[in-house]
């Protein structure tokens, strides 16, 4: 009598079971890893680019609050050192933000008055080197006729006066600018007069804005921050010194005219790390080139690598050592990123801005904000001072 229900027999065992699989199972666990961190980045690049334009747009109140902080940044060690020396906060902030102005504007004024003096000297000069040049391509190697010498510069006068419409609005738009330059000026002072006034009550504002069980993390990190961005602004003002007397000097030895507004404006292009220096310093050597000749150009172009590699190769490690470090890459790349982004305030904001945000990203990742330190394996791009925070 047979098995109604028979039982598998060996091979029927043996036979291997085939599943369907799952939705998940059909795509690779790789391509689930890349597209869960492409979408994470895609939303992180959303929230970077609409804070961007959102700062695009209010441009106008951002330059002047950040420029203000900068200010505050190079007046903090001289505004704390008075303040521990007994005096009121009111006349610390008087003594730091007249002394300030008195300095900027004798400098300015030193300035103008060389170029009065010397403006006619160089416009001169200036012809006669155009004349020389004009002489060197009719007889030297190009072989240029005066007539098509001539010729290029008419074709040149015709351009600029087609484009006079052009220039006409643009003059118009350096008007409003200097309006707005204007009103930025006053609104970054006010800034100022603030942070100095009521800085730590500003910051106390800013925290309770977060969670509370942020605010502790997020006092410490921008305490750690904040002292980043002092001793950059210390340390690079004391290199845009060096910088200025270096290269001021070697155009006054030279006998280059407009010695100290050279040096004046190397001070102001060397808040712009690498790039402003080198900017100022050709500026230099185009002077010495119109005004005393190529031979003299050429040393003061030696006398300006000379200052950059003492800046870039001494100054830069022993100073900066101490204070905060940025790797020459990353500041090239972060300067021109700043440059493509918003022009002069971009690349003028963008080492202390990537340093502040550095210091205040590891000290929430590792936890030093607790200890309000960083220890030199915690940080990326830079380092800072390990004494303890004064609290």
Known sequence: MSDPNPRPGFFESLRTRVETPSDGALVPSALRVT?????????????????IWLVMQLKLLVIPILVAL??????????????????????????????????????????????????????????????????????????????????????????????QELLLNGALAVGSTAAHIGTGAVLALFVLLCLLADGGGIWKWVVRLFPRTARAATDGSGRLGWRTVVNYARTQLLVAVIDAVGIGLSAFFLGVPLAVPIGILVFLGSFVPIVGAVVTGFVAVLIALVYNGWLIAVI????????????????????????????????????AGGTMVAGIPGALFAVPLAAFINVVAVSLSSGAWRSGTLSQDQLIWRQVPTERRAR
Do not use: C, N
């Open 35 to 51: 597209t869960a961190y492409a979408w994470r980045i895609l939303v992180i690049a959303g929230a970077v680019a609409l804070v």
């Open 70 to 163: 900068l200010i505050t940044a190079l007046l903090w060690p001289a505004f704390t050192w008075l303040i521990k020396r007994g005096l009121p906060r009111w006349l610390a902030i008087v003594i730091s933000v007249l002394g300030t102005l008195v300095i900027v504007g004798g400098l300015l004024t030193l300035a103008i008055w060389q170029i009065s003096q010397q403006a006619s000297a160089v416009r001169d000069r200036a012809v006669e080197g155009w004349e020389m040049l004009r002489d060197w391509l009719i007889t030297g190697p190009f072989a240029l006729s005066p007539e098509q010498i001539d010729a290029f510069m008419k074709q040149a006068q015709e351009t600029l006066a087609e484009q």
């Open 300 to 335: 003061m172009l030696a006398a300006v690598l000379a200052v950059q590699q003492l800046e870039g190769h001494v100054l830069q490690p022993f100073l900066m050592g101490s204070a905060v470090k940025v790797h020459p890459l990353a500041v090239v790349l972060v300067v």
